[in-house]
């Protein structure tokens, strides 16, 4: 039978959470499978606290910079997805609106954002707004437009391309997918980190998941596990 099934070792794991600090110390009776199994518990039950505990403070540092600083990731992604690639080539990267509630995005060095040494960029591809708890991205003169790939509410996705322009209006805390041209990427409010819920997500692997930040990417890789796994399909990359 196991142990969770029988009355007594569920009241004894019940004290255990309740006073994990204490349990290993004041009770040395425990041995064998049976300390292995509660030992699991406390350890798995503090992790999962610290990680909610992590999750929630980001939350809370995230609400109270909403409609004052934006962040954004940018990667240029020539013939679509790749192995284990970094999603976001340049890191995250963040507007203070304070100092400006307007910018440019394209090719030339006058832009507020980048994009060099794509031809499928225009010079001046779209511009970028703040208006009340708006993000509003108008695209006036690209060749190739702009498209929202991807957002985190269930309104609809459109797109902006030559003969058929649209102003494409998100909130100021969603996060938003959107593609440049053909083959440029931009994450708006990219979200954090699934391991330390700290960090934005700048990796994307090669099963398609955009779920790691940098620095948890490269401890994945440094680990001594030859089986690196996705943390959301478990697929290997």
Same mark, same amino acid.
């Given at each position: 039978?196991?142990?969770? !099934?029988?009355?007594?070792?569920?009241?004894?794991?019940?004290?255990?959470?309740? /006073?994990?600090?204490?349990?290993?110390?004041?009770? +040395?009776?425990?041995? *064998?499978?049976?300390?292995?199994?509660?030992?699991?518990?406390?350890?798995?039950?503090?992790?999962?606290?610290?990680?909610?505990?992590?999750?929630?403070?980001?939350?809370?540092? $995230?609400?109270?910079? #909403?409609?004052?600083?934006? /962040?954004?990731?940018?990667?240029?992604?020539? *013939?679509?997805?790749?192995?284990?690639?970094?999603?976001?080539?340049?890191?995250?990267?963040?507007?203070?609106? /304070?100092?400006?509630?307007?910018?440019?995005?394209?090719? %030339?060095?006058?832009?507020?954002?980048?994009?060099?040494?794509?031809?499928?960029?225009?010079?001046? !591809?779209?511009?970028?707004?703040?208006?009340?708890?708006?993000?509003?991205?108008?695209?006036?003169? &690209?060749?190739?437009? %702009?498209?929202?790939? $991807?957002? &985190? %509410?269930?309104?609809?996705?459109? !797109?902006?391309?030559?003969?058929?322009? =649209?102003?494409?209006?998100?909130?100021?805390?969603? %996060?938003? =997918?959107?593609?440049?041209?053909?083959?440029?990427?931009?994450?708006?409010?990219?979200?954090?980190? #699934?391991?330390?819920?700290?960090?934005?997500?700048? #990796? +994307?692997?090669?099963?398609? !998941?955009? #779920?790691?930040?940098?620095?948890?990417? /490269? $401890?994945?890789?440094?680990?001594?596990?030859?089986?690196?796994?996705?943390?959301?399909?478990?697929?290997?990359?």
């Amino acid at each position: 039978m196991l142990l969770s !099934h029988r009355p007594e070792k569920k009241n004894k794991i019940e004290s255990v959470k309740k /006073d994990s600090k204490n349990f290993f110390t004041s009770n +040395r009776k425990a041995n *064998g499978a049976e300390k292995n199994y509660l030992e699991y518990i406390v350890y798995n039950t503090r992790n999962e606290n610290s990680w909610k505990m992590r999750k929630e403070k980001n939350g809370n540092k $995230k609400k109270d910079r #909403v409609g004052k600083e934006l /962040d954004y990731c940018l990667t240029y992604i020539p *013939g679509g997805r790749q192995e284990g690639q970094r999603f976001c080539a340049r890191a995250i990267s963040r507007i203070n609106f /304070d100092e400006k509630n307007a910018l440019t995005i394209g090719r %030339t060095r006058i832009n507020d954002i980048v994009v060099e040494d794509d031809i499928h960029i225009s010079r001046i !591809h779209c511009y970028l707004f703040k208006i009340k708890q708006s993000l509003v991205v108008l695209d006036a003169c &690209s060749l190739l437009g %702009t498209y929202t790939l $991807k957002r &985190s %509410t269930d309104s609809k996705c459109l !797109h902006s391309f030559p003969n058929e322009r =649209h102003v494409l209006t998100f909130g100021l805390d969603e %996060t938003v =997918h959107i593609r440049l041209g053909a083959y440029c990427h931009i994450i708006l409010n990219p979200k954090t980190c #699934v391991v330390c819920q700290e960090n934005s997500r700048s #990796v +994307r692997t090669k099963c398609g !998941h955009s #779920v790691l930040c940098s620095e948890c990417f /490269d $401890k994945l890789n440094r680990s001594a596990n030859k089986q690196k796994r996705c943390p959301l399909c478990n697929s290997t990359f």
